[in-house]
Each structure stands twice: as C-alpha cells, then as structure tokens.
C-alpha cells in the first residue's frame, strides 16, 4: 500500500482551500485530512490531525501565515517533534514576505496560480526534505527578496551591494564539498539532481545537507540559500561563486 502524505491546506478563501484538495486527493499518495480558514485554525487542527505538510497561505485573518509558520517551528523546538513541513503559497506580491516565511521555518513557497502537477511535486518535495521546489520561479522570487531586502533607501535596486558578512565565520567552518553542496543548492538543485550531479548517492547528499544547515544554524534548505545570496557566494542573475565575499 503506498504510504500516504497527510496534507493540512490553510487558506482564507474556501473555493481556493477546496481546489487545492481536489488537486491533491487526486493523487494515490497524497491525502487532505484538514482544511483552515486562518492560521489559529491550522495550528488547531495541526494538534489534532498530524499532517505531514501544511500549504500555508500568507495573508489570512486572525493570524497569518507568517506567524502561525513561526509558531509550528517554535513548538518543533521545544517540544523535540518533528514538525510538518510548510509549503507557503504566495504571489509575486508578496515578495516582502517570502524571507520572512523563510526565515520562520518554512520550506518553501509556491505561488498561487502554480500548475497543478508542479503543486503535486512540491508536496512530495518538501515531505522528503528538498525545499526548491521550482527552480525557475523560486529563484528568482529568491533573488528579488534578497535584493529588495538589501535596498537602504530610494528606489533602485542595489545589485552590487555589499555581501553580509555576518555569515563569514559559519561559511569559512563548511568543507570543500559543503561549500560545492551549498552553491547548487542555491542554484535549485534538489537532492536527487545534486546525487546525479555529484555520481554519490542520495543518501549522501542528505548527509551533507544536514551538515551544512547545522553549522550554519539552519532548519531548511531554502533557508541556506538565501544565506548564500545574502553572504554573496552565489550573486542574483550571475553565474559566478565568489568564496571571498
């Protein structure tokens, strides 16, 4: 019997919490055991359903998504249990918000009017522990947040803004292939392409995964990434990886 993902969706609007149910009881392996309205609601049924995923829509009453992420991360932590992962939903006008889910705990984000099938991978994703789940669209939502959030004042972006160099002791603690690891991941490799692309095994990559995010301090893969556009070793639109940043 194929084992099943257990999925909470937390939206404001009924009609889009109703589809995103039908789209992922559609498949063998995924099942909705809950529906909210509002963060309150989902940290609520969280207790009493167990998901293994939570879709997490930003802007909601009585609590946003924002804080409600936060506080399943928080009880994670001190209570020891495993949290569900949260794949936020989002638009492009949420940008300001996606580092603030990020940095709360979430696992990645998806927008809105994503293709149904790519919604179905994503669950899957971050139920198995990869967090880029679109290359495409996420990084370059990353790359902009990263930029906006760099901005001092007026309204140019700054593409040649300094690097943050609060991450420089963590990143100089990473080995060689830590560092290797770090940048594809920034560059939207999943688990499985970085195993492809390494000839090792994914199980190994995991492992050097769960090393990077402990000596940096970090819950997710996506929030190394934008610890890798913030400290510069990856820069927004270039190819480039500047270790000296």
């Known amino acids: 019997m194929t084992e099943q993902i257990r999925v909470l969706v937390a939206d404001d609007q009924g009609v889009i919490r109703m589809g995103l149910a039908m789209i992922l009881d559609h498949e063998p392996d995924l099942t909705t055991v809950a529906q909210a309205g509002d963060g309150e609601e989902a940290l609520r049924m969280i207790e009493q359903y167990d998901p293994d995923v939570v879709l997490m829509d930003i802007r909601m009453p009585v609590m946003d998504g924002l804080v409600a992420t936060e506080r399943i991360t928080r009880a994670s932590k001190e209570s020891g249990r495993s949290r569900p992962a949260v794949l936020v939903l989002t638009t492009f006008d949420d940008e300001a918000y996606v580092l603030s889910a990020v940095r709360a705990g979430a696992s990645g984000f998806l927008l809105k009017d994503t293709d149904p099938d790519l919604l179905v991978s994503a669950v899957r994703a971050v139920h198995r522990g990869d967090s880029l789940v679109d290359p495409a669209s996420t990084r370059v939502l990353l790359e902009r947040c990263v930029e906006l959030e760099r901005r001092v004042g007026g309204d140019e972006p700054a593409p040649t803004a300094a690097p943050d160099a609060r991450w420089a002791g963590a990143l100089s603690q990473l080995s060689d292939r ?59 639109g270039e190819a480039d990886v500047n270790w000296d940043a």
Not at 190 to 216: G, I, M, P, Y
């Open 178 to 236: 830590e560092r290797e690891i770090l940048v594809w991941m920034a560059r939207g490799l999943s688990n499985r392409d970085l195993a492809t692309k390494l000839f090792v095994s994914e199980t190994t990559v995991k492992t050097h995964v769960s090393n990077v995010l402990s000596k940096l301090g970090l819950s997710s893969r996506v929030q190394a990434v934008v610890v890798a556009y913030e400290a510069g070793v990856v820069r927004p």
